[in-house]
């Protein structure tokens, strides 16, 4: 694992050593930034979508209907 330093005012500090005994900061830590990552991992995902649906053109008038006949017929 690499470390990270975070600078936290001096009140913070002292709340968290007051509650050090109920929470595993570090691990409360972690979990925030991967909790974030994750959230920024996905919106980029969602961007990307967006950005290639953009070069997708729009299917004909009664696409969906035709193919949904097509597969009830098909059984």
């Known amino acids: 694992m690499s470390v990270v330093s975070v600078k936290v005012p001096r009140?913070?500090?002292?709340?968290?050593?007051?509650?050090g005994n109920m929470v595993n900061w570090p691990e409360e830590i972690r979990r925030g930034i991967?909790?974030?990552?994750?959230?920024?991992?996905?919106?980029?995902?969602?961007?990307?979508?967006?950005e290639i649906l953009k070069e997708v053109r729009p299917a004909a008038e009664g696409t969906a209907v035709r193919l949904v006949r097509e597969d009830r017929d098909s059984h």
Not at 34 to 50: M, S
């Open 11 to 19: 009140w913070v500090k002292e709340k968290m050593r007051e509650y």
């Open 34 to 50: 991967i909790a974030k990552l994750e959230e920024l991992e996905r919106r980029r995902a969602v961007e990307d979508a967006i």
